[in-house]
């Protein structure tokens, strides 16, 4: 994915990324609303959601069998069922692709989980790079904020239990937030990624990348050529 | 006897290879070679003989092992997606059956191993070096005995085995040919000519897998033997 071909489809592929409460999930909710409303041939996908693999993904997190390199696997196995079955093709369809969450998710986990980070990118080789990839930036102490005001209960995957930080899931939650966020902090040049600043309004960001979009992307080429 | 092991690029995380001891004894070869036979026999004797014996295989692990099977019924998913789906299967063994029995001073029998599944994607059009580094964590075994075998001898004992051609083993997905029998054909050939060059690469030893199931367990135990008492 590094030595970045030139893709040969007419799509754009549009990636949103951050930390858990960093809002991402509701920004690409209101891009793929805009689009679609602007009769735009735009398609949305969401990490770890393919049908096939759900069903092992469900199993090995609730009886924790999975270790670092498993759990790294079967997120990349629901990652290819989607990329070749839906994201690839609808590029090469001429379709605008938005994900939520996309192969630097892996990196930055999987890496604090102590996944070699070499292995990491050539196990996901195959993936294009995206036109766009947003990185939501935001203050950890905030991203925590928004996701513990709420007092949940933290699921053990979720909260990093598995890498034995601490014995208190909000403390563990915390200290594996922070290092995500060192990760998604030293990929932003690697992989160019488009920072914005989540700590400001929804209507401010969206204001914000929906203007980068169609800075960056011709968007007339994806009007629907048949009206429905 | 405490050697270590070795890995083809780097452990998986907190896996120390110096508390690993033990044996790991690969059993490689294609579908109706005799393979599943042989690890019994093997397995046996091992026992005989006062060695504690672990069995591994493909489809086995308890993380994904039946979601496997359930896909291969529909043939809906795609060869990388497979590949993958197939190293987690293998990895799940590896860290949760393989590296505990070797630190516990295990003989680690596998019935087949990542060669298997390397040569099975190379021919589905995979890239040589992208499995290469997926399967980089994978443990170097103390042997892997290649059981080769004639055309002739697979086909007699395919059929003998199950009066039918399998979907998978005739490679229909890869689109050889229309005709099951040519396809099987093809494809085992396919699968043979990609085994004898990663036996280079990784140092296998064929066993001519033709002769009758006494005098090839022989040889296998003897083999064994060698490697059980000359620590490399």
Redesign the interface.
Known sequence: MNERPKPDYPGKLVAVEGLDGSGKSTQIYLLHQWLKARGYRVFFSEWNSSVLVKEATRKGKKRQLLTPTTFSLIHATDFADRYERQILPLLRGGHIVLCDRYVFTSFARDAVRGCDPGWLRRMYGFATRPDITFFFRLPLETALGRILEGRPKLKYFEAGMDLGLSPDPTESFKIFQGRVLDQYIAMVDEFGFTEVDATLTVHAQQRTIRKILQERVDLAFFHKRYAQ | MNRGKTFY??P???VDPRKLSGWLLVIEGADSSGRSTHVNLLSEWLEEQGYAVAQVGLKRS???GA?LEL?KQGN???P??M???Y??DF??QL??VIIPALRAGFVVLADRYIYTLMVRDVVRGADPE?LA??Y??ALVPDAVFYLSVSMNTLVERTFQARNQLDYWESGMDCGLSRDWFQSFLLYQRKIRREFAGLGKRYGFRVVNGNRSIPALHRELVSLTRGVLENPA
């Open positions: 690029h780097h998986p995380g907190g308890t993380l994904v979601e896909a809906v998913l795609s990388r997606t590949s993958l789906f190293a987690t990895y799940d860290e949760n992208w580094s997926l980089g964590m």
